[in-house]
């Protein structure tokens, strides 16, 4: 049995703890927090609530924290619980800066432990189906590529801080991130790239980028965006391989060819848990928490989630909100 404890009940932590909840071989014994949603968590859960992790890592047998702080939070909540000889998970992105996100790659490496990054993207269905095509090379070499991620602007934040650049890292970060690790993933570090972003003049912060990275033979594009409107949640790309027109529009995988009716790819999402937060239930993340189960368990690191591409992620938006 895997013991956990969670760092943080906000959104993502409790999707967490829900998860968690329906994943043999796992149970969340603790908890860190200092607010009172904290407080009200720990007493409906039935758990103990620590103020730190240096604390809890003392009273509990633990075998991995599970980061779920805000992001300008996720280096020192890492750092803490290797120190304490504990495997970490961190929520995306893991820090906001290369050099940071080496340093816990670094420490993780030298204490013998995983720090595994929680890009769940990789672990949707569509996704399986994309890099599946992509590694066989059934349709050919891909040719060009759009990823498309819309929001509203996300009001209901906490106390703000995802609108604070240093915390944050701003749109790049917060959700530009899911598409660019899976470039990443599946194509490399873009040989170039180049962004143009916009956004309303009273605004601290650019509402919608659009993305373009070259492969050399193969193009790919992006759109982000925050709107200022209550637009529904929109998340979609397009690739175009030699041999065929493969196509997520949101509710399902469609390859398109000539004289060959659709495929549709079975991208059925099972358990779909609740996520209490502004997703409807999904699976993604009882798949992503139960693969870094399998990767505790047997003492190796993600291969969808590696060292590199999280590095090279990292790298690619803190460039770009440099000369943002």
């Known amino acids: 049995m895997i013991r956990i404890g969670i760092v943080g009940t906000g959104g993502m932590g ?16 603790a908890l860190v927090g200092v607010t009172e949603q904290s407080r009200e968590c720990a007493e409906r859960w039935g758990l103990p609530l620590y103020a730190d992790i240096p604390s809890m890592a003392q009273a509990e047998e633990l075998d991995v924290v599970d980061v779920c702080s805000p992001t300008y939070l996720h280096k020192q909540h890492v750092i803490e619980s290797l120190n304490a000889g504990l495997h970490a998970i961190t929520e995306k992105p893991v820090a906001l800066h290369r050099k940071d996100a080496q340093e816990m790659f670094d420490l993780a490496a030298e204490k013998g432990r995983l720090l595994l990054v929680g890009q769940v993207l990789q672990f949707t269905r569509e996704v399986e189906v ?16 759009f990823f498309e991620r819309l929001s509203a602007c996300p009001r209901w934040i906490q106390n703000g801080w995802l609108f604070d650049k240093e915390k944050s890292g701003l749109l790049p970060f917060d959700l530009h991130i899911h598409d660019l690790d899976l470039i990443v993933s599946l194509f490399g ?3 170039s790239y180049s962004f143009t972003s916009t956004g309303n003049a009273d605004r601290s912060y650019k509402e919608h980028y659009r993305f373009l990275y070259n492969y050399g033979d193969l193009t790919v594009a992006a759109e982000a965006a925050w709107f200022n409107a209550d637009i529904p949640f929109t998340a979609r790309w397009r690739v175009y391989f030699e041999n065929a027109v493969v196509i997520n529009d949101g509710e399902r995988v469609v390859a398109y060819q000539f004289d060959r009716p659709p495929r549709v790819f079975d991208t059925g999402d099972e358990p779909r848990i609740p996520t209490g937060i502004n997703l409807p239930p999904t699976g993604m993340f009882f798949r992503e928490l139960s693969h870094f189960r399998d990767c505790i368990e047997q003492g190796v690191p993600s291969p969808f989630v590696t060292r590199e591409q999280v590095l090279t992620v990292v790298e690619l938006l803190e460039e770009m909100t440099n000369r943002d």
Do not use: F, M
């Open 14 to 29: 409790q999707v967490h703890y829900n998860n968690y909840a329906h994943i043999d071989g796992c149970e969340v014994v």
């Open 189 to 191: 570090k873009p040989e």
């Open 130 to 145: 994309l890099r599946s095509l992509v590694q066989s090379g059934e349709y050919g070499k891909p040719l060009d590529a």
